[in-house]
């Protein structure tokens, strides 16, 4: 097997770059160098040779060793450098790259090949002395810390105390000799640290940065990253050998990043950020602030250093028309690192840029519009997940904000919640149910978990490309960064900002959208959803097959619902419209009383108020079908605690407390969710779905006689596991609609039909077909019947599954499309078979899940159902499914 693929100088043996293979770095620095752009020459390790890494226990096969070789000699010979000489030695970097982008996840090390001795002969052949001991200094560091995994922070200390003692406030301050001496200073470091001094030999140090760009994919940020992000462990790394290019040789080199479209907003203009004099790391680390790339970009920001369309005109011009062919040749928005060395452009790195939702957005409207992309590939362009971020409220812009500072718009949208100043208190409050923001000087990987927890982020330092805005971005929370107005006092838990104090537990509020910082809750306001959003749903409706209706149960949810474009409600749960207040004593009445009689006394109390209930919402879902659960949950949920509850009860009913008690205590069950709950409701008390079925179909004719479209109630009976259930409830719902529809001289068309959400039913849906004319799939409960989770519990022990790869998602959250997917396939087809055209649909968690959708797609289903927000989402999603 070839493992090593060489790039730069005319040569691209990757061709046009197998991503799998090389990673998604690897592949586009050789296809930037297929294309014809300055790449520096270097060669990509593969991914296969990662996992063979690990399984041969950290060894590599002697073919690698020839091929690494060969990968040098090719740098070499386009270089005219040699690897360890000590006249004109070759510099390399050496950097991971996986599959799928994982910024600042893994390591890089850069200026690998200096020693004591090359270090001169840098200096020389550069003629910069204060160039070659700097590149020097900043190899120790990086490569103490990691390959050599040396605690960085000394290394730091040892810089600061260095500038300190000459009275220097900034890096560039130091000279050649300073740095000579800060090396000296660091060699003994490492000497102390690791008990052996830094590697001279170039090939040690080559082959210990390989190792430990391998070494990374298993560190405990990247396995936290990919659980995060969905990226499967066995990928592996691939690692990027690459000539040295230098930002850092004086005023006319510098290196920058940079996005071929606006990342936050999507607008078509060039957005980036680059530093004079300074290498890669410089720029994500927020060392030195940034300065911008365009002339309007800091014209808009007022700021004063030079941008680099200023500073660097005709280096820029070439820059912009890279960004143009990259553009054109990748067909999207590119995400691309680059240095100058000595006004001479050099192209480090492509891909597709990350962005937010709102830019993904425009951007994939926009590309449509101007030819780049198609619609279909429009539709496809967009995370249905991510469209998340933009059907939540913003701030309400007329609302009064107590604004304590100004930073970066970092990632957009809105937050409110409690300050925490860590990522563990961060996750911790996160769990307790507390919306919390999490304040850092600035964040690194190993604050993932706790971003990922927090509702919003907000940094002292680091720009609109720094790692806290890069990862805020990645995952939808809104972001304020570079807030230079703050000081955070970590230890003593306190933010200050402008005189004022804010300790840990007060309230904060962030517009990632406008940079404002504020004290207390700001309210918000709903999003728009015309323009591009409307636009792509209009795309994306195009090409859907299934149907897209909403779990809804109030006229409320229902109204934002149609707003969002569903075709119907899913399901409606009737149980929570008995928790009202001024319900809920006639409901437990009903619960309590020991006869039939008593419980239609309460019932007869209720009807009123559950046919108000579906007609409000039939008016609003007119013409559609609306599914309507009938009670559903265990009788228990509704009883009594306080014995204020019991009293009111007792005096509602005529009855004395104690009875109430002892009903009370012999509803009690050892395990609700398999007792007395759905169906077996109806069928011991059939005066309940009586109750509602007229409900149903009294309030259905009153929408009509109203002059309204009639809806088409669909009613769902749960929790089934026979035919002989369905057949009963059935009965006792057709006898009450023609009863109404006799009463009231009118009618209206209504289906009859079951959940299937137990395995029983799921494998008898034949049967159950003969019965029942539709299908709901109630996957919530079919996946905890089906594993035997129960849902309530599972959080205790299911992120270890998750991780152990026992699932590879939660599958309360996406279809175990082997497991409980094959039992909805086969109730499927059984079902079909005796009712052509049943009609199918799910309910549950899993409707509003891209990749359940994708499954419901594949299976046929005739509509998902999501709640309301999440409607957008699995339109989009069924869209991308039928692509
Ligand atoms: P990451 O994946 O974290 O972005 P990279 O491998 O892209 O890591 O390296 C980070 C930065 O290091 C790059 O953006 C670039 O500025 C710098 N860098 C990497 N390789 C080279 C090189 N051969 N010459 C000059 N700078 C480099
Ligand atoms: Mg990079
Ligand atoms: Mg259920």
């Not at 990342?263 to 602030?289: H, K, M, W």
Request: net charge negative; with cysteine.
């Amino acid at each position: 097997t070839r493992y090593v693929y060489r790039f730069g100088g005319g040569v691209d043996d990757g061709g046009q770059g197998d991503r799998n293979l090389l990673g998604g770095k690897g592949a586009n620095l050789d296809g930037m160098a297929a294309i014809g752009l300055p790449v520096p020459p270097g060669f990509t390790i593969t991914t296969a040779m990662c996992t063979r890494y690990y399984e041969d226990g950290g060894v590599y096969p002697d073919s690698v060793k020839a091929e690494v070789a060969t990968g040098l000699a090719h740098i070499e010979g386009i270089t005219g450098k040699t690897f360890g000489n000590a006249a004109d030695p070759l510099l390399v970097s050496v950097r991971s790259g996986a599959r799928a982008s994982m910024p600042g996840m893994m390591d890089t090390v850069l200026n690998l090949g200096l020693n004591d001795e090359t270090v001169v002969g840098l200096a020389s052949t550069s003629g910069d002395e204060r160039f070659a001991w700097d590149s020097y200094r900043r190899f120790i560091q990086m490569y103490s810390d990691v390959v050599l995994e040396l605690d960085h922070g000394a290394f730091e200390e040892a810089l600061e105390i260095a500038k300190e003692d000459q009275g220097y406030t900034l890096d560039t301050e130091m000279t050649a000799d300073d740095w000579k001496a800060l090396v000296a200073e660091y060699k003994a470091l490492v000497e102390k640290l690791w008990n052996k001094p830094f590697p001279q030999d170039v090939h040690d140090q080559l082959w210990g940065a390989i190792s430990a760009v391998f070494g990374s994919w298993q560190s405990e940020r990247a396995k936290v990253y990919r659980r995060l992000n969905n990226i499967p462990g066995e990928w592996g790394t691939a690692v990027n050998v690459q000539a040295m290019v230098f930002g850092n040789m004086g005023e006319t080199s510098a290196t920058g990043v940079a996005f071929t479209r606006d990342p936050s907003t999507g607008e078509n203009v060039y957005y980036g950020e680059f530093l004079i004099n300074a290498q890669g790391e410089d720029v994500v680390a927020g060392i030195r602030t940034p300065q911008y790339l365009t002339k309007a970009a800091r014209e808009r920001a007022g700021a004063k250093p030079l941008s680099m369309e200023e500073a660097m005109p005709e280096t820029y011009a070439e820059l912009a028309k890279v960004f143009q062919i990259l553009e054109t040749h990748y067909r999207d928005m590119q995400d691309i690192e680059f240095t100058v060395q000595q006004g001479k452009l050099w192209m480090l790195q492509t891909r597709s840029g990350k962005r937010t939702a709102k830019a993904a957005l425009k951007m994939a409207v926009d590309m449509a519009h101007e030819g780049l992309i198609t619609e279909e590939e429009a539709v496809a362009r967009v995370d249905p997940a991510a469209l998340d971020q933009l059907l939540h409220p913003t701030l309400d812009p007329k609302a009064p904000r107590d604004v304590l500072t100004k930073g970066l718009p970092a990632s957009p949208g809105a937050a409110s919640g409690l300050i925490v100043f860590d990522a563990d208190t961060a996750e911790r409050r996160n769990e307790m149910g507390d919306a919390v923001i999490l304040v850092r000087v600035e964040t690194s990987p190993e604050d993932i978990h706790g971003m990922h927890a927090a509702k919003g982020i907000l940094t002292a330092r680091g720009g609109m490309t720094s790692h806290a805005a890069v990862v805020a971005r990645g995952m939808g929370r809104p972001c304020v960064s570079g807030a230079g107005g703050i000081s955070i006092d970590n230890s003593a838990k306190i933010l200050r900002v402008g005189g004022r104090e804010l300790k840990e537990g007060d309230i904060l509020t962030l517009d990632g959208s406008t940079g404002e910082v504020m004290a207390g809750e700001v309210p918000t306001v709903q999003p728009e959803l015309a323009g591009d959003f409307g636009t792509l749903m209009v795309w994306a409706d195009k090409v859907r097959r299934l149907k897209v209706r909403a779990n809804a149960e109030t006229p409320q949810d229902c109204k934002v619902a149609r707003e969002f474009g569903a075709e119907g409600v899913g399901l409606c749960r009737t149980e929570h419209m008995f928790f009202d207040a001024a319900r809920i004593t006639a409901v437990r009445e009903m619960i309590l009383a020991d006869s039939e009689k008593g419980r239609r006394v309460a019932l007869d109390r209720l009807l009123p108020e559950q046919r108000d209930d579906f007609a409000q919402i039939f008016m609003v879902m007119a013409g559609l079908p609306v599914t309507i659960r009938l009670l559903d949950p265990p009788l228990h949920e509704f009883l009594p605690h306080a014995e204020a509850e019991f009293e009111e009860v007792a005096k509602a009913a005529g009855v004395g407390i104690e009875v109430l008690k002892r009903r009370a205590n012999e509803l009690h069950e050892f395990n609700p969710m398999l007792g007395h709950r759905g169906c077996r409701l109806g069928v011991t008390y059939p005066e309940i779905y009586e109750m509602q079925a007229r409900a149903i179909f009294e309030a259905a004719l009153i929408v009509k006689q109203r002059g309204g479209e009639a809806p088409i109630p669909e009613v769902m009976i749960p929790l089934v596991a026979t035919r002989k259930e369905l057949e009963l409830m059935k009965a006792i719902v057709d006898r009450v609609a023609t009863e109404v529809f006799a009463e009231q001289g009118d009618s209206v068309e209504y289906l009859v039909g079951t959940m299937i959400e137990l395995p029983r039913a799921a494998l008898k849906a034949g049967e159950i077909a003969e019965v029942g004319e539709f299908f709901s799939f109630g996957t919530n409960d079919l996946t905890q019947t089906t594993i035997g989770i129960s849902r309530d519990d599972a959080g205790r022990f299911l992120t270890q599954y998750v991780d152990k790869g026992i699932f590879a998602r939660d599958p309360f959250v996406s279809i175990d499309v082997e497991g409980v997917g094959e039992l909805i396939q086969l109730a499927a087809e059984r079902g079909r078979k005796t009712r052509p055209g049943i009609k199918l649909g799910i309910c549950g968690e899993h409707g509003g899940d891209p990749a359940s959708i994708a499954f419901c797609e594949a299976t046929g289903l005739d509509y998902v159902s999501a709640s309301p927000y999440r409607v957008p989402i699995a339109r989009l999603a069924a869209a991308q499914a039928a692509l």
